[in-house]
Structure formats: structure tokens, C-alpha cells
């Protein structure tokens, strides 16, 4: 058992994602959001897997230049970015219900991939790890009626290819081919084997 008096590190999240922060709380250790206001354009062209990584990378970096004047102690930062790919075409989020319905008609029927990046940031010595997990997601026909009443029920508004799977947009997924958290929005595996090499683990601490 640790000590009572043991510090335990902290993880600084660059998001104000709900999911983001109800995975990245698993961990057990200190948890403290922060939203990142990074820019989130990137050149045409760029692979999903680059912006993703671009994007974790920036709301990291931005939240880090803050927190490591104010925040005590030991820490990472940990930015996270999710898109939806399908023919080389990048969903992010919707703009508004219109858009929404779009991007659910392009997925319909169909299977499309979801990338997830996350960079961790050392918040003392500013080393920087970064990654991304990729999965596929198969979604069943979906009728423009579906597609409206979920559209109304305002869940796909702030989420990537406008649709949640571990909300009500859940049963519209048949089946997924890799990481089910990252579709969530943090890869938990990754942030965990990411969290290793800065010499931290849910598991150190108990």
C-alpha cells in the first residue's frame, strides 16, 4: 500500500469532452479538465491520421503552456481528437442538423473509419508521445425517418460523423473491427501504454 502521504500525478485533460473525461477517469489518479481553444484547421489532403495526431498534439501543447506555471507537481497533459473518414472524405463535427443528417445518409448502409489521436505532454519535462488507433464501424441502412427523429434528439450535435456510440446512435452500429473506446473518443489502451513511458500506471498506486 503507498504511503498516505504519497503525491499521486496528475492528468490534465485538454478537453471538455464528458467521455473524454469519464474514460480518462479509469485511470484512478487526479483528474483535471481543461478545454483546449486550439485552432483545428489543417491543410486539404492530410491523412486522418495526421490530423487527428495534429490535433491532439495542438490542444495538448496549449493547455501545457498553461498548466505547467500553475499546476503543482507531477503530471501529463493529455490531448485527444476524433474524426470519421469514408471514401477519403473527413467528418467532423456537424454545424448544424442539415449537415448532420448529411454525414448520417453518407454512412448509412455502409462501413467507415474512425481515428482517434491522443498526445501526452510531461507537464515538468515537456517530453511528448503521440499516436492514434483506427477503427472500423459498419452502420446498418438507416431511413430518412432515423435519421431526422435522431438528428432532433440533439446527441449527434457535438460528436464526429454526427453520431454516438455509446449513446441512443448505438443501435445503429452492426459491428466495429478495433478499439470501441477510441470510437468513443479516447483509445484507453494507447493512453495507457502512453502513460507507461512517462513511469505512470493505474496500477502504481494502489
Known amino acids: 500500500m503507498p504511503s498516505t502521504d504519497t503525491i499521486l500525478p496528475t492528468l490534465i485533460l485538454a478537453s471538455a469532452s464528458p467521455r473524454r473525461r469519464e474514460l480518462a477517469s479509469l485511470f ?19 491523412a486522418p491520421e495526421a490530423v487527428v495526431e495534429e490535433l491532439a498534439a495542438r490542444k495538448a501543447a496549449s493547455v501545457w503552456e498553461i498548466s505547467r ?40 448502409g455502409r ?15 515537456g517530453k511528448r508521445v503521440v499516436g492514434h488507433r483506427k477503427t472500423a464501424v459498419r452502420m446498418r441502412s438507416l431511413t430518412p ?17 454526427a453520431y ?5 446512435g448505438a443501435v445503429f452500429v452492426e459491428r466495429l473491427e478495433g478499439d470501441f473506446y477510441s470510437v468513443m ?10 502513460l507507461l513511458k512517462f513511469g505512470i500506471s493505474p496500477f502504481n498506486h494502489m
Do not use: F
Not at 454516438?164 to 441512443?168: F, L, P, S
Not at 473518443?185 to 502512453?194: I, Q
Open 28 to 46: 484512478g489518479l487526479p483528474l483535471l479538465v481543461r478545454p483546449s481553444h486550439a485552432g483545428e484547421d489543417t491543410p486539404e489532403g492530410w
Open 69 to 108: 506555471q500553475d499546476v503543482q507537481g507531477e503530471g501529463v497533459v493529455v490531448g485527444s481528437d476524433t474524426i470519421v473518414s469514408v471514401d477519403g472524405q473527413i467528418l467532423g463535427k456537424p454545424r448544424d442538423e442539415a449537415e448532420a443528417e448529411s454525414m448520417l445518409a453518407l454512412l448509412s
Open 111 to 125: 462501413t467507415h473509419e474512425v481515428y482517434t489521436g491522443v498526445c501526452c505532454i510531461g507537464l515538468r519535462d
Open 145 to 161: 425517418e432515423e435519421i431526422h427523429r435522431y438528428v432532433l434528439s440533439g446527441e449527434p450535435m457535438d460528436k464526429a460523423g
Open 164 to 168: 454516438g456510440i455509446q449513446g441512443k
Open 185 to 194: 473518443g479516447l483509445p484507453v489502451n494507447l493512453l495507457y501504454e502512453m
